[in-house]
């Protein structure tokens, strides 16, 4: 232990700062791997547009042309009032817009328009 001090004792304060940012990128990227490992594996993405203008609704008509989803059985069509509960339990209500060639989901919220992977969805509902 002793020994271990006074290899401490002849260290300069230049071998300090060195040690504690390799410390600190040590630590950053290993943060950095966990988390896009960890978003890799919920894989879930949701894409929202905070403005809602014609101009908004019009283009996310066009960008999401299928105006008809078939889920578990159920047919939900452009213009529907639906819930969607996704598989990390986040609940959407809103109007139902369309379905891309990539399987994204749009729905018009009060005040925003949400983009969200179909596979990533748990369940939909005819909203009241």
Known sequence: MERM???????????????????YVVTYIYRVFVRWKERKKNGEKTY??????????????E???IDRITFHGREFTRGMKIKVTTIQ????????????????????????????????IAEIVAAE
């Open 5 to 23: 001090i006074e290899g401490f004792s002849n260290l300069g304060w230049q071998q300090y700062l060195f040690a504690a940012c390799v410390a």
């Open 48 to 61: 929202v547009i905070k403005t809602l203008d014609r101009h908004a609704y019009d283009r996310c008509a």
């Open 63 to 65: 960008l999401f042309p």
């Open 89 to 120: 339990k986040n609940v959407i209500e809103g109007e139902f817009i369309g379905l891309n060639q990539v399987n994204l989901v749009c729905i018009k919220t009060g005040d925003k328009i949400i983009a969200h992977q179909l596979e990533k």
